[in-house]
């Protein structure tokens, strides 16, 4: 890991900007650095943590996954 040329060292971030590309910012066209700042950032807590569900958190959305640890970690 973290050597020059790993491709396996990134792949979270890789998967995220992949799928924020996909999902949002090709459909959109902004007219300043600004406004695309703004979209990305509300697309990110209105609809990605809030809302999509992950497949590699059992399809809960994120906000469901932190409510269900933070609540076993209460617990032990």
Excluded: P
């Excluded at 799928?19 to 090709?26: A, G, L, M, R």
């Amino acid at each position: 890991m973290s050597r020059k040329g790993n491709c396996w060292d990134n792949a979270v971030a890789e998967s995220f900007f992949k799928t924020i590309k996909i999902e949002w910012i090709y459909s959109k066209s902004y007219t300043n650095q600004q406004q695309a700042q703004l979209s990305i950032f509300q697309w990110i807590e209105s609809w990605y943590n809030r809302k999509r569900r992950h497949s590699a958190l059992g399809y809960k959305t994120i906000d469901e996954f932190v409510k269900i640890n933070s609540n076993f970690k209460n617990a032990a």
